[in-house]
């Protein structure tokens, strides 16, 4: 296990310096726990969600453990977004609680339908906005919404926890996000800059822009990070 773990930490590094991967200053300390299964799982600042907290999941697949054991934990409310046909089907086929509000929608950074890319190989399940090698040039078209568009329509004035893995969509998104000011108490989201087309570059501004809107990070594993609201805006 030690050998293991030591091959995986030198082949980041490895990565790290050719520019295909990046380590990220921690910029803020928080008491995180992990929220779901290892494989659809996140690290969130659990002591500040309540029954009253407004979170938003974009992106959930076949793997709803994250927000489920948010509504059973704390009671509130989870509005869950995926337009994939899969994931609708595999939604469509579970029993959930009430709390869970899934809607069949995409989020991007324009209202409206858009071209959604489906995988090349049929037993994987996550399409994209964003056309890269693992993806069919032949796209869907589904529903998508902006943040801001989707906050107005479910009356909400600031998001406590937002979730996203949206296959190298949530660089858009989060330019929009920052753009409209958006307030949100904690981010969590992993990042494509592996994908074709793709770079370093374009995460390294989605942290910048979301440290305009007062967000740290606070964790990083990999590609997926947790950001904490601090109150300071850049």
């Not at 697949?61 to 927000?67: L, M, R, T, V």
């Not at 869950?80 to 950074?109: C, H, L, M, N, Y």
Request: charged content about 25%; some cysteine; proline content about 3%.
């Amino acid at each position: 296990m030690d050998i293991l773990r030591g091959i995986r930490k030198l082949r980041r590094s490895v990565n790290v310096a050719l520019r295909r991967d990046l380590h990220l200053a921690i910029e803020a300390s928080a008491a995180l726990h992990h929220i779901g299964t290892e494989y659809g799982g996140y690290w969130i600042q659990a002591d500040q969600l309540d029954k009253n907290s407004v979170v938003y999941s974009f992106g959930v697949g076949e793997d709803i453990s994250f927000d489920i054991v948010i509504v059973n934990q704390f009671g509130c409310e989870v509005f869950a977004f995926d337009p994939t046909p899969k994931s609708v089907r595999w939604i469509q086929a579970q029993k959930t609680p009430r709390e869970f509000k899934f809607v069949p929608w995409g989020v991007a950074s324009f209202d409206g339908q858009g071209d959604f890319y489906p995988p090349r190989n049929p037993d994987h399940v996550s399409h994209s906005l964003a056309l890269h090698r693992g993806l069919k040039p032949e796209g869907i078209k589904a529903e998508f919404r902006r943040v801001v568009t989707l906050m107005k329509h479910f009356g909400h004035e600031r998001i406590d926890l937002l979730k996203m893995d949206i296959e190298g969509g949530e660089f858009a998104v989060i330019g929009d996000i920052a753009r409209d000011e958006i307030e949100i108490g904690q981010v969590c989201v992993e990042f494509h800059h592996r994908f074709s087309g793709f770079g370093i570059d374009d995460t390294l501004k989605a942290v910048e822009d979301l440290r305009r809107i007062g967000l740290r990070l606070c964790r990083q594993d990999d590609c997926v990070c947790t950001f904490v609201g601090t109150g300071v805006h850049s």
